[in-house]
């Protein structure tokens, strides 16, 4: 859950232009894709929340795990419940050198 840093209520998921939004009844919205990643699943999209870096990324537990960009060896990682329950959780990463995040298949 994503809450609106204006006024502190719940953003409410959007689609505008195909492009995913986050919007509050304040007027606040977000459109950022770092915060969003989209994913399709059997023809769904589904919306997936994800922790935001800027502000979490060095709270986050280390993991060996090499970067395909950069090479290096070490990576932040988290887990994401998906909505639809039935996937499990799934692992995203964030190379500690060069901020590049990718997801486990
Ligand atoms: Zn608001
Ligand atoms: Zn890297």
Known sequence: MLFCPECGKLLMPKEENKRPKLVCA???????????????????VEKIEI???????????????????C????????TVQTRAGDEGETRFFQCTKCNNRWREY
Do not use: M
């Open 71 to 78: 090479g290096n060896k070490e990576a932040f990682y988290w």
């Open 51 to 69: 922790v935001d870096a800027r502000k979490e990324v060095n709270t986050l537990p280390k993991i060996a795990q090499e970067c395909q960009k």
């Open 26 to 44: 304040c007027g606040y919205s977000v459109t950022e894709k770092d915060d969003l990643l989209i994913e399709e699943t059997l023809g769904k």
